[in-house]
């Protein structure tokens, strides 16, 4: 099994920049990609941004220029560089990985990691 563990969030002021980090744990696995995305309250769960092993990036389109997805493949750990953050910004983080375990491949989710933009 792996897991996922999120972490960087927490209170920002408009403007600043915040750096989310989610590293995945586990045993006799491999990921073949990691996400990041994002949920407001009362709202669906959207796309961020998306790399694979090969560093192949992929981005939200409203999300261009403000957000940067990075892995480092050595550490099974993605991250996500936020600037210019707004109060609209705010939402709980997710993390998502594709893993191979056991045999077959996996869509896992970590516990999310929440993000306030306020003054």
């Known amino acids: 099994q792996v897991q996922l563990v999120e972490s960087g969030g927490g209170l920002v002021q408009p403007g600043g920049s915040l750096r989310l980090s989610c590293a995945a744990s586990?045993?006799?696995?491999?990921?073949?990609?990691m996400g990041w995305y994002r949920q407001a309250p009362g709202k669906q769960r959207d796309l961020i941004a998306h790399i694979t092993r090969a560093g192949t990036t992929d981005y939200a389109d409203s999300m261009k220029g403000r957000f940067t997805i990075s892995v480092d493949n050595a550490k099974n750990t993605v991250y996500l560089q936020m600037n210019s953050l707004k109060p609209e910004d705010t939402a709980v983080y997710y993390c998502?990985?594709?893993?191979?375990?056991?045999?077959?491949?996996?869509?896992?989710w970590g516990q999310g990691t929440q993000v306030t933009v306020s003054s």
């Open positions: 998502n990985a594709g893993a191979f375990y056991s045999g077959s491949h996996y869509s896992v």
């Open positions: 586990g045993s006799r696995f491999s990921i073949s990609d």
